[in-house]
């Protein structure tokens, strides 16, 4: 390497530690004036994301485009994006409260990682910036520069406090005084990231993307056997049950950017560079036909979710998400079945869903798509219509997390609350959650409000069984904890065919700790397709204890099958001796945990 390649390549590095450097200490020093109120909320909001977002671009243009033109070129992105994210803050009284929002978070975050590829290669080759080649290329490269980086940050870390350690056996502290400083950490991070991004830009021709796409493109005939095996089973399984999990749409959803990542790596940047092995290539193109199956089921699962509970921001980014990858899917099946040239096609339909995405993600902080509002009059809906109660209401997210709409959407519920100003009404509820602050006391409040009602209910739904062999009313149950009484609501709610509660309380001398009829074996089911139990026993002094459920032949704390509740309603169980009285039901014998 000749001198001035030699200066060349020290300058690049001095710029790219100091640049690091400078945006760690200045992210630093606006986290000291967080709450000091020095800068207006909206000027502090405006400034931080501006650091934020032009350090993170700037770092990731240099290299590929030279650090001086990179510095003047992240201003490209940086300063639309913060003026977004100060008209995104002024939803909020107090414009940082946009800085304790994870869904805008995101969003920001995602704007900024679809757009940063394309300006790229606009400040390369401004006359190729929609270049799938040049587009793939450059978004695998900052990937894998950061990637690395950030563990070359996490190693050097590791050296300082390993280095600390050692210098401490003799008595000398100086790097844990200095690592004590927060700004110093800082600085020392970002000065780190800087020169290792740098470097690893030198290397660029040994730490490749490529040889991560390699191996990612191994992957697709693995996850097109996992996808198959989902598609063929779920018939036996049913819709409902699938839907019945909290999480599956989240895994539906992941499952389906996998499948678009890994089929992009098998195609590569163009027609060259793709996978060839015919196993490979044909796992690739099946796949991508199953992808708009994937999103459809997790666009119908998120459906399901908002018309049971409305809208709220997660689940508006969760309906996003789910259109963006059906409407992948449909490009990525229609690419395929339309025969020769389905590979290109594809490359075509991953950068118009790219500029899609960078779009609506630019309108969600526009007032054009405000999740806050949309949310808030969801909610307000939900309740008017008569759909949800008072407890269903996300009440604290409206009162500390929507901003401006959810107070106003409290505004709403109270004028249509009604009279009723009660402990458990609607108005007290919206009055204890504009003078809380803290969520963890908001909730036990709540709480005491909330238990009596649900141990009232219980007390109505619960079936004893041989027919009043015992009774437990709403005074004995409302002293438990509320997590206990709202899994036995919820499965107490769930009909049986016959329309029957979904809970049976069996009555017999299970513990010798009390008389027979002051105590029994509570069936309900669990949500997943089984059956849970739990002993519950009134003690002498009226307080009520629950245990979890033992089968001592098994040697399990046993889930049911889903036909428990049923069995146990229709008499067919008996309690009878085996060491202490157990209850005999089906092929489980049951006893009361320790």
């Known amino acids: 390497m000749s001198a001035g390649n030699d200066m060349r390549v020290t300058i690049d590095r001095m710029v790219m530690a100091v640049l690091g450097g400078s945006s760690g200490l200045a992210l630093w ?132 406090f390993l280095s600390d350690a050692l210098l401490q056996l003799v008595d000398i502290d100086a790097i844990d005084r200095l690592m004590r400083r927060d700004w110093v950490m800082f600085t020392l991070s970002g000065t780190v990231l800087g020169l290792a991004l740098a470097v690893v830009y030198e290397l660029r021709e040994t730490i490749s993307p490529f040889l991560i796409l390699r191996l990612l493109r191994l992957l697709v005939p693995v996850q097109l056997a996992v996808v198959g095996v989902f598609l063929l089973a779920l018939p036996l399984r049913g819709l409902s049950e699938l839907f019945g999990e909290f999480s599956s749409a989240a895994t539906l959803m992941g499952a389906a950017i996998l499948a678009v990542t890994l089929i992009s790596s098998a195609l590569e940047r163009n027609d060259a560079e793709a996978v060839r092995a015919p196993l490979l290539r044909g796992s690739a193109r099946v796949l991508a036909t199953l992808v708009p199956v994937l999103a459809a089921l997790s666009v119908w699962a998120v459906a399901l979710r908002v018309r049971q509970y409305a809208w709220t921001p997660d689940r508006l980014l969760a309906a996003c998400v789910a259109l963006f990858l059906l409407a992948y899917g449909l490009g990525y099946a229609g690419s395929v079945l339309r025969g020769r040239g389905w590979a290109g096609r594809i490359r075509r339909v991953n950068v118009a869903m790219a500029l899609a995405v960078i779009g609506v993600s630019a309108l969600w902080l526009t007032p054009a798509l405000n999740a806050y509002r949309i949310s808030a009059n969801s909610q307000v809906a939900r309740y008017t219509a008569g759909t949800a109660d008072a407890f269903d209401l996300p009440l604290w997210e409206m009162a500390h997390r929507w901003g401006r709409a959810g107070q106003a ?100 001398g299970f513990s010798p700790a009390v008389p027979p009829e002051r105590q029994g074996m509570l069936l309900f089911p669990d949500g997943r397709g089984g059956t849970r139990a739990n002993h519950v026993m009134r003690q002498s002094d009226g307080t009520v204890v629950v245990r979890e459920v033992f089968d001592p032949i098994q040697g399990t704390w046993p889930t049911l099958p889903e036909d428990a509740v049923r069995m146990a309603l229709d008499g067919a169980f008996s309690v009878r001796p085996s060491g202490a009285h157990a209850l005999f039901l089906g092929d489980n014998i049951l006893v009361p945990g320790n």
């Open 29 to 160: 020093a606006l986290g000291q004036s967080w709450d000091t109120g020095l800068l207006p909320p909206l000027v502090y909001l405006a400034l931080f994301a501006f650091v934020a977002i032009y350090s993170s671009v700037a770092l990731a243009l240099a290299g590929p485009v030279p650090p001086g033109r990179a510095l003047v070129g992240a201003l490209v992105l940086a300063v639309p994006a913060t003026a977004l994210v100060a008209l995104a803050g002024m939803r909020h009284a107090v414009a940082t409260d946009l800085l304790g929002d994870p869904v805008m978070l995101g969003v920001i975050g995602v704007l900024v990682l679809f757009a940063t590829p394309f300006l790229s290669v606009w400040l390369c080759r401004r006359g190729n910036w929609l270049s799938y080649a040049a587009l793939f290329e450059t978004a695998w490269t900052i990937v894998i520069r950061f990637l690395a980086a950030w563990l070359f940050v996490a190693g050097v870390l590791l050296v300082a």
């Open 409 to 508: 959407g409290l505004d709403q519920l109270a004028q249509v609350s009604g009279g009723d100003t009660g402990p458990a009404s609607l108005a007290a509820r919206i009055a204890l959650v504009r003078e809380t602050t803290s969520r963890y006391r908001y909730n036990l409040d709540l709480d005491q409000v909330r238990a009596p009602q649900i141990a009232a209910e219980l007390a109505h739904l619960i079936s004893v069984r041989p027919e009043g062999a015992l009774t437990l009313s709403a005074a004995d149950l409302a002293d438990l904890p509320l997590y206990r009484l709202t899994d036995w609501i919820e499965g107490c709610q769930r009909l049986l065919p016959d329309g029957r509660a979904g809970c049976v309380l069996v009555a017999g």
